[in-house]
């Protein structure tokens, strides 16, 4: 089912080399769009705030990476070829993962964000704490089937991209995109 703008969405666990991966689209000139929960993160660093601080409250941390991807989406251009790191849907397999209820306006927002394809990348062998990840190696299987069914449910099975090397999985999102 095609959408009316030209956006994709690549996700997956933490440290399933998503960042990577977009680092090399944009370098084949697409635009790209970095993580919502990251940019919270790294404002909130800046401020003195740690993540592990920040997220001691997951329900508003959450919420807080929801309302900045709606102003994302919402100022950028639907015509512009462009790949996001997580989708709007992403918020909803972690509100679920933390069995947070799902307020409405989040619902609201599930079905109006919509996406040309949804790339879910498959965990790599190899998992990597940095500053702004405080999820365990545990998380990343959990997470992983709840972003396949958050897109799903809302009309976009993802396409799933087996691990392998930067090089691989680029040509294998390429080609899905002219596919298109």
Not at 94 to 105: D, G, S, T
Not at 116 to 127: D, G, H, S, T
Not at 139 to 161: Q, S
Request: proline fraction near 4%; charged fraction near 30%; aromatic fraction near 10%.
């Amino acid at each position: 089912m095609a959408h009316p703008n030209n956006w994709y969405v690549i996700t997956g666990g933490p440290s399933t080399g998503k960042t990577t991966l977009l680092a090399e689209l944009e370098k084949l000139g697409y635009r790209t769009i970095p993580e919502a929960a990251r940019t919270v993160i790294d404002q909130a660093v800046a401020q003195g705030i740690t993540a592990k601080e920040l997220r001691k409250d997951e329900k508003y941390f959450q919420e807080e990476v929801t309302r900045l991807k709606q102003k994302i989406e919402l100022a950028h251009n639907p015509e512009v070829a462009t790949f996001f790191d997580r989708g709007m849907h992403d918020t909803l397999a972690y509100l679920r993962h933390y069995k947070y209820a799902v307020e409405e306006w989040v619902h609201a927002l599930m079905h109006s964000s919509r996406y040309q394809k949804v790339f879910l990348l498959e965990p790599l062998a190899r998992y990597e704490r940095d500053y702004a990840r405080t999820e365990d190696e545990g998380f990343v299987t959990n997470i992983h089937t709840l972003l396949h069914d958050a897109y799903a449910e809302f009309g976009m099975p993802p396409i799933r991209v087996k691990a392998g090397s930067v090089e691989e999985r680029l040509k294998f999102i390429v080609a899905q995109i002219k596919a298109r």
